[in-house]
């Protein structure tokens, strides 16, 4: 437009089979300062609008004959509107004959913005031209702008549904590139300064930048942030950022728009070339802004939550003994294994024992119930309360109801299952009490395989246990204590779980550690809870 608000740079395509009238609207229009491109029929009119899509350079109005010589003004209307990529194209049809106002429905009905009777003053044929190209532009930016609301509802739900921080920066800056329709990066800094970065789908395949485009790219984001709050857009001249982040290698000339936000303690960067233009318009900036509110709302939560799973990971790791680390126990060889969950769910608090109590040994595998911090604490408690109690008390039924008390006492919110086995080497009696958890499974030396007959409540619910079940073990037979966490699946019975476990055993290789190894190969994959396995064996 130009500074009075009129439309300039304006194409119209007039078609008309009269030559005479083709020039006298031409000229016309012409004279007010559009652009005009005439034919003289419908089938003309159709092959130069190919064409010009083809270049990219569609007209902005259409001015048409109602009375062509191959077709009527009506029916290339239709046509056109039955284009994709032409159904927004104004049309405005235009007659030297009087038409009746019943005549003109086929022409409103097939999409025309309006009607002329020529000869007009040169005023109204321009009026017309111009309002028919003012509506159809702000039909189109209305269209453009619902359309890139649905994208930013889109990204927001996506960037909502992120598990990891990495997923995180994917769907935004997935979600900025769609926005923008150019390349798009995203960066958010932890509380420990380590840069995340996400880049738009397009480029993930491609060569990256090194480490120290990284380091350049973080401490420009620290300086930025520093002592800011809110969404603020700035620009980042091309020399002071680094290369291939967009494309690969290559250093832009233009500036690059970043959208800057630290609600809380997350610095949020959305990073996009500008193609040379000082700002992004602010329909743009609005919507980045919004993106990336979303994405530092969400982002927070899961850098605590990272936090969170760090702490309860060294933990366990601190607590559950190494293969190499567990005590010399008399009359029998252990196998134990502990694998935490994929990064994006929760740490859970599954945990194994295996203690010396006089001649005998006693292992248990257990798992207190939830996924967080607090359920890895209340583990260690566990852990450490048995092996404070069988020092005074080695029946396993005992220890149960010991363990069930301390939960309702000190936890009383909080539930846990857990399986002890008391193991005699000598004789190879063994007594089994199971609070609520899987119970062990006996592999005989002849292929045999077959879970122990023992149940009874959770811990922390105070109903009482059961006496232990009593199985004696050959030297060959092979004891197997898991957690739930190994074959537990959505959807699945436990029972056929169990069935798949027991099959997968019968078909793993002799030996404790193959046992172990067989298993988490065979059921380890894309786990939504830790696991806990233990075998054990009597050596004489």
């Given at each position: ?469 009593e199985l004696v073990l050959a030297p060959a037979d092979r004891l197997l204590m898991v957690t739930d966490g190994l074959i537990e699946s959505r959807g ?49």
């Amino acid at each position: 437009m130009d500074v009075d608000g009129r439309l300039t740079d304006t194409t119209v395509l007039v078609v008309d089979d009269a030559s005479a009238s083709r020039y006298a609207i031409g000229t016309v229009l012409r004279r007010a300062g559009h652009e005009v491109v005439a034919v003289a029929s419908g089938r003309e009119a159709l092959g130069e609008l190919d064409v010009r899509l083809r270049k990219g350079a569609l007209p902005d109005v259409v001015l048409v004959d109602v009375h062509l010589p191959d077709m009527s003004g009506f029916e290339l209307c239709r046509r056109l509107k039955e284009r994709p990529h032409m159904a927004g194209l104004p049309v405005v049809h235009f007659s030297a004959l009087a038409v009746a106002p019943a005549d003109r429905c086929p022409g409103l009905d097939t999409g025309t913005e309006a009607y002329l009777t020529v000869p007009a003053e040169p005023a109204d044929i321009d009026a017309v031209v111009r309002t028919a190209v003012r509506a159809a532009r702000l039909r189109a930016d209305d269209q453009a702008l619902v359309r890139r609301l649905r994208q930013l509802s889109e990204s927001i739900v996506t960037i909502q549904s992120a598990r990891s921080l990495q997923e995180l920066a994917d769907a935004a800056a997935d979600g900025a590139a769609r926005l923008l329709g150019c390349p798009a990066a995203v960066f958010f800094l932890d509380q420990n300064e380590k840069l995340y970065r996400g880049l738009y789908r397009e480029r993930t395949s491609l060569a990256l930048p090194d480490e120290s485009a990284h380091r350049d790219v973080a401490g420009l984001l620290k300086r930025l942030t520093r002592g800011q709050s809110g969404v603020r857009i700035t620009t980042v001249p091309a020399p002071q950022w680094p290369a291939g982040f967009f494309r690969p290698g290559v250093q832009h000339d233009a500036r690059l728009t970043l959208v800057l936000t630290q609600d809380g303690k997350v610095p949020v960067c959305l990073a996009t070339p500008t193609r040379g233009q000082r700002r992004i318009s602010p329909e743009n900036e609005a919507l980045l802004a919004q993106l990336a509110q979303a994405t530092a709302l969400v982002a927070e939560p899961l850098l605590m939550y990272q936090v969170e799973r760090h702490v309860a990971l060294t933990l366990q790791h601190s607590f559950l003994p190494r293969p190499h680390q567990l005590p010399e126990l008399p009359g029998v060889d252990i196998a134990v294994r502990y694998e935490p969950a994929s990064r994006e769910t929760e740490i859970g608090g599954d945990f194994y024992a295996a203690l010396r109590v006089g001649d005998q040994v006693l292992t248990a595998v257990g798992d207190v119930v939830g996924h967080s911090l607090e359920a890895a604490t209340v583990m260690v408690e566990l852990r450490h309360a048995l092996r404070a109690y069988c020092l005074a008390e080695s029946d396993p039924a005992a220890l149960a109801e010991r363990l069930d008390r301390l939960l309702q006492h000190y936890h009383a919110d909080v539930t846990a299952t857990v399986c002890l086995a008391l193991i005699d080497p000598g004789t190879g009696r063994t007594r089994v009490a199971n609070a609520g958890h899987i119970p062990p499974l006996i592999l005989g030396d002849d292929g045999s395989a077959e879970y122990v007959k023992a149940a009874g409540p959770l811990l922390g619910v105070g109903l009482p246990h059961p006496p232990p079940t009593e199985l004696v073990l050959a030297p060959a037979d092979r004891l197997l204590m898991v957690t739930d966490g190994l074959i537990e699946s959505r959807g699945v019975d436990i029972a056929v779980s169990m069935e798949q476990l027991r099959a997968a055993a019968v078909g793993a290789l002799p030996g404790l550690d193959a046992l172990c190894d067989t298993l988490l190969t065979s059921f380890g994959r894309d786990r939504e809870d830790d696991v806990a396995l233990l075998a054990l064996r009597i050596t004489g």
